[in-house]
C-alpha cells in the first residue's frame, strides 16, 4: 500500500493478518507506521489516524 498523509503528518499502512489497528509512534521527521488488518479499506485507516492525530503529535 502507498504512503498516506494527512494535513499534519506522513503514515505507512501496512497491512497484516491481525485483528486491531495498531499506529505506532513516528520518529521526529519520519513517517508513523501503521498496521491494519488484512480487511480494513484505506479510508478507514486514514480516518482512524486522522482521529488519533492529537496523540501522534505528543
Known sequence: MPNMQTWIIKFRP????IKNLHINMPPPDGQ???LA????TAIAIWMT???RIAWIKK
Do not use: G, I
Not at 501496512?14 to 493478518?17: A, L, T, V
Not at 488488518?37 to 480494513?40: C, K, L, M, R
Open 14 to 17: 501496512k497491512r497484516k493478518p
Open 32 to 34: 508513523a507506521p501503521v
Open 37 to 40: 488488518p488484512e480487511n480494513t
Open 49 to 51: 489516524v486522522f482521529s
